[in-house]
């Protein structure tokens, strides 16, 4: 079982550049996150997807879109990056119900320049 | 939304002792869970403990255990018998079992701990 993989683990964009961070997982979860870590400040939710084919906001939404292209994968798209999007990215998963658990994927380290 | 304060920016443990991490957070619902995730220098989110609010008893794994204070809406870790491979930051966080929250994690800040030898 690999669980939950992010690709790429790093990379550097330019001002204005766009870019998909992807994410999977082969543990048949339901539900799947994406949340942003800065210095100082914990993890963010961005975005989360409660089942295949829906998606909502989170705390931090903007600039930011998604597609659950189907139950194992949840993408995340830069449109037009900017400097306040460096941060690490973190893709996340988890089945509810009795284990109300979220298994992380390693992160990916994004700078914009 | 629910907000999760860990006031401990870093501490420090020497081996073998015991450490204990603070949280509280700030909810009006009653049905929630508690999680503490370490937080390696690899970058990795390892889950150390969770803990169901309506659950009296205090979980614990291995050397890890908690002190759930509902009515206080306190929850601090214990980490007893420290080890080197401890190091790392600790975030506290919060489930909202609310359909429309997602169950989604709410985070806390974190505290970084370093043990010494």
């Known amino acids: 079982n690999a669980g939950v993989t992010q690709t790429p683990k790093f990379q550097v964009l330019k001002t204005g550049q766009s870019m998909t961070l992807q994410c999977a997982q082969d543990m048949n979860h339901n539900s799947m996150y994406w949340y942003r870590q800065d210095p100082g400040m914990g993890l963010r939710l961005i975005y989360y997807s409660a089942s295949e084919g829906t998606t909502d906001k989170g705390e931090v939404p903007n600039g930011y879109n998604v597609s659950r292209l189907n139950k194992r994968e949840f993408s995340l798209r830069l449109e037009s990056a900017a400097p306040s999007q460096t941060s690490v990215y973190f893709c996340?998963?988890?089945?509810?119900?009795?284990?109300?658990?979220?298994?992380f994927g390693p992160g990916t380290r994004l700078t914009v320049t | 939304a629910q907000t999760v304060t860990q006031s401990q920016p870093e501490m420090s443990v020497q081996e073998a002792e015991t450490v204990t991490l603070s949280c509280t957070y700030d909810?009006?619902?009653?049905?929630?869970?508690l999680f503490w995730y370490k937080q390696p220098p690899s970058r990795q989110m390892i889950l150390v403990i969770r803990q169901e609010a309506y659950k009296q008893q205090n979980a614990t794994e291995n050397r890890f255990s908690v002190n759930f204070q509902k009515a206080a809406k306190s929850f601090s870790l214990k980490i007893s018998d420290s080890q080197l491979g401890d190091t790392a930051m600790y975030f506290c966080a919060f489930m909202s079992l609310e359909v429309d929250s997602g169950y989604a994690l709410n985070f806390g800040k974190g505290t970084s701990l370093l043990v010494t030898p």
């Open positions: 996340a998963s988890s089945v509810l119900g009795t284990v109300y658990e979220q298994y």
């Open positions: 909810t009006s619902e009653n049905n929630y869970y």
